[in-house]
T-cell receptor, first 112, second 117 residues
Framework: GDSVTQMEGPVTLSEEAFLTINCTYT??????LFWYVQYPGEGLQLLLK?????DKGSNKGFEATYRKETTSFHLEKGSVQVSDSAVYFC???????????FGTGTSLTVIP | DAGVIQSPRHEVTEMGQEVTLRCKPI?????LFWYRQTMMRGLELLIY????????DSGMPEDRFSAKMPNASFSTLKIQPSEPRDSAVYFC???????????????FGNGTRLTVT
């Protein structure tokens, strides 16, 4: 069945460091891929998405490219800020279904 | 766009009591999802509706849990009787699913933090 595997956390980085959070997926057909962010005490917020192979989603300095050949959707940011501290979830939505599949979440802490 | 609205934000109740969580999805969205989040189990899908009809309730943990969607703008998740192990954050999310296409994102509410003592 469809699934998402993302890198275990927690991740601790210094401000202005480069961030990569790995995400790989298993799916039949052509899924849409998403990254969500959850700040403390809040719900999950859509960070970015990509709906077909080679699409790059981007928002607030974060980027992820839909790689069909490696079934990956890694999240990157060139220079993290303290305000980026949150939990990040990779997610997949099957092309023809209602179901969403979430990774286990990766906690990021950015220290000044 | 008011977003997905959940109430209450916090609920503290005693074991054995009935708990009702409420959700108002984004206007125009036709799919609604209930999730539960805990440290131990992460994010779990409990049930989802499409056009007010329950499609998959296989994630509902027990018969003590029930969910309804009487119309397109309102859903409830009820736990009766509640138990301490039900303590978690419960999220409602909605989405626009168009002709089975999978590229519409989920929009989450801010959740209800339930504590059962």
């Amino acid at each position: 069945g469809d699934s998402v595997t993302q890198m275990e956390g927690p991740v601790t980085l210094s401000e202005e460091a480069f961030l990569t959070i790995n995400c790989t997926y298993t799916a039949t057909g052509y899924p849409s891929l998403f990254w969500y962010v959850q700040y403390p005490g809040e719900g999950l917020q859509l960070l970015l998405k990509a709906t077909k192979a080679d699409d790059k989603g981007s928002n607030k300095g974060f980027e992820a490219t839909y790689r069909k050949e490696t079934t990956s959707f890694h999240l990157e940011k060139g220079s993290v800020q303290v305000s980026d501290s949150a939990v990040y979830f990779c997610a997949l939505s099957a092309f023809s279904g209602n179901q969403f599949y979430f990774g286990t979440g990766t906690s990021l802490t950015v220290i000044p | 766009d008011a977003g997905v609205i959940q109430s209450p934000r916090h609920e503290v109740t005693e074991m054995g009591q009935e708990v009702t969580l409420r959700c108002k999805p984004i206007s125009g969205h036709n799919s609604l999802f209930w999730y539960r989040q805990t440290m131990m189990r992460g994010l779990e899908l409990l049930i989802y509706f499409n056009n007010n009809v329950p499609i998959d309730d296989s994630g509902m943990p027990e018969d003590r849990f029930s969910a309804k969607m009487p119309n397109a703008s309102f859903s409830t998740l009820k736990i009766q009787p509640s138990e301490p192990r039900d303590s978690a954050v419960y999220f409602c999310a909605s989405s626009l699913r168009d002709r089975g296409l999978g590229n519409s994102p989920l929009h989450f509410g801010n959740g209800t933090r339930l504590t059962v003592t």
